[in-house]
């Protein structure tokens, strides 16, 4: 009987997208990314000390690619590895090459039930060089927080179940809570961040949007100012305390820009029972991925 061993935290993502210009003013200009790398089809983001956190392949696609979840060590990732396979999930090793390409010690790739490629990784590598955001702000919340969290659209509950039972029971990943309205939501958690991924149904399979939280609420509001791409106005979030707005990526999901004071953690899987996602705040302008 093997065991889930459950990632620590979102490390990285691979976004899918059409031209990479777009990606390069709004990566940096407007979430304040530093690009450290671009060729031809990639353009790549710090946010940290990670060498990469955020890579955009121009590939004509839009939505991620791929999602990379940190594991401890070698030993969790082949843990983690025989448990799949023992669940009958189709597992591949990484190759050292692709290992390079995502800076990371090692890895393997997998699909969840809804086609989304994921890959877990040990090791990330760092550097000691400092990270120069794109524009003035002090910084994004990561560490073992890892770079935020991931919000996924799902069709219908049948999916949302083949999801949960893949995520929780064969991944480890634990239920924070869950909404019945307004609408049918599942946060889970997987460090003391409220929840690095979470589903929302809403009648189609697609990313929703990616939160990257910033050490100061002036980063947040000096983005506001600065915005061409607004989705959501400034809202507070019932249920993690995030005080955010959200914008369109050129890649058909939305990037919600946050801060917050207090973190809210739970472990309970309670239902959180109140009718508005939101404390305040929060109005729909543009729908993307949503
Ligand atoms: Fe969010």
């Not at 710090?46 to 070698?74: C, L, P, S, T």
């Not at 939501?185 to 690095?196: G, K, Q, T």
């Not at 929302?200 to 947040?220: C, R, Y």
Request: hydrophobic share 40%.
């Amino acid at each position: 009987m093997t065991r889930a061993v459950a990632p620590q935290a979102l490390g990285y993502i691979g976004v899918r997208a059409k031209a990479l210009d777009d990606w390069a003013s709004y990566g940096a200009g407007l979430l304040g990314l530093q690009r450290v790398d671009q060729s031809r089809s990639t353009i790549a983001f710090r946010m940290d000390d990670h060498k990469q956190r955020v890579a955009v392949h121009a590939d004509g696609g839009e939505g991620i690619g791929f999602f990379g979840w940190e594991v401890a060590d070698a030993t969790s990732l082949e843990a983690l590895a025989a448990h799949l396979d023992n669940g009958g999930i189709a597992v591949a090793h990484g190759s050292r090459a692709l290992a390079d390409e995502r800076h990371v010690t090692d890895l393997i790739v997998l699909s969840d039930p809804v086609g989304n490629r994921l890959e877990f990784f040990h090791g990330a590598q760092t550097t000691t060089e400092a990270f120069r955001p794109g524009r003035c702000i002090s910084g994004f919340r990561t560490g073992p927080l890892g770079l935020g969290h991931v919000v996924l659209n799902v069709d219908r509950p049948d999916t949302l179940a083949r999801l949960m039972a893949f995520y929780r029971d064969m991944l480890g990943f634990r239920l924070t809570d869950y909404y019945s309205e307004p609408f049918i939501a599942r946060f889970l958690h997987v460090n003391p961040r409220h929840h690095s991924l979470a589903f929302i149904q809403t009648g189609k399979n697609a990313v929703h949007h990616v939160m990257m939280e910033l050490f100061s609420f002036d980063d947040v509001g000096l983005a506001l100012a600065e915005e061409g791409r607004l989705a959501v106005t400034l809202g507070r979030h019932t249920s993690d305390f995030i005080t955010s707005f959200y914008t369109c990526t050129p890649s058909s999901f939305m990037v919600e820009y946050g801060w917050a004071r207090a973190r809210s953690t739970s472990s309970t899987g309670r239902l959180m029972s109140a009718k508005r996602a939101r404390a305040y705040g929060g109005t729909t302008l543009a729908v993307s991925g949503g």
